[in-house]
Structures are given as structure tokens and as C-alpha cells.
């Protein structure tokens, strides 16, 4: 497992956005059944995510970009 970067930005100067989005855990190496964990190198807060689909909201005034680093436990890394 390597390092993964993961950017969301809200280009709307107005207003909250939000949305599901997608990673292609397969391809990262992380298996859909485990949680796994990003840490926002913006706020230095760390969430914890489970499967594909993850939601993520933008408010311009307080965050309006997240640059996620994906990690990875051991025992969350799919074996090759």
C-alpha cells in the first residue's frame, strides 16, 4: 500500500455542496468489507470510512476543500 491522494474542492463560492463519491477500493488495495481511514491533510482530522461510496460536505466560509490521505491498516490491505 502507498500513498494516496484524494482531493475534493467546492468551486461553488456561495454555497454548501455535497455528495457521495466513489473510490475504486480494488484498485487502492483495500478490501470493501473493512474500514480504512483518511486523514484531511487540511483540518489534520481523521475519518473512518467503510465500502466505496462515502459522503463528503463543503461549506466555502469553513472548508471548502478536503485533501484526503487514504490509510490503510494491515489488516485492511487486500493480499496479493
Same mark, same amino acid.
Request: proline letters at 5%.
Given at each position: 500500500?502507498?500513498?494516496?491522494?484524494?482531493? $475534493?474542492?467546492? #468551486?461553488?463560492?456561495?454555497?454548501?455542496?455535497?455528495?457521495? +463519491?466513489?473510490?475504486?477500493?480494488? =484498485? /487502492?488495495?483495500?478490501?470493501?468489507?473493512?474500514?480504512?481511514? $483518511?486523514?484531511? #491533510?487540511?483540518?489534520?482530522?481523521?475519518?473512518?470510512?467503510? +465500502?466505496?461510496?462515502?459522503?463528503? =460536505? /463543503?461549506?466555502?466560509?469553513?472548508?471548502?476543500?478536503?485533501?484526503?490521505?487514504?490509510?490503510?491498516?494491515?489488516?485492511?490491505?487486500?493480499?496479493?
Amino acid at each position: 500500500f502507498s500513498n494516496f491522494i484524494l482531493t $475534493v474542492v467546492n #468551486l461553488d463560492l456561495t454555497w454548501t455542496q455535497s455528495g457521495w +463519491g466513489e473510490l475504486p477500493l480494488e =484498485e /487502492l488495495g483495500l478490501r470493501s468489507d473493512a474500514p480504512y481511514r $483518511v486523514h484531511d #491533510l487540511v483540518s489534520d482530522q481523521i475519518y473512518e470510512w467503510r +465500502g466505496a461510496w462515502n459522503f463528503v =460536505e /463543503l461549506n466555502p466560509q469553513q472548508m471548502p476543500v478536503h485533501i484526503f490521505r487514504i490509510i490503510a491498516a494491515a489488516t485492511e490491505v487486500m493480499s496479493a
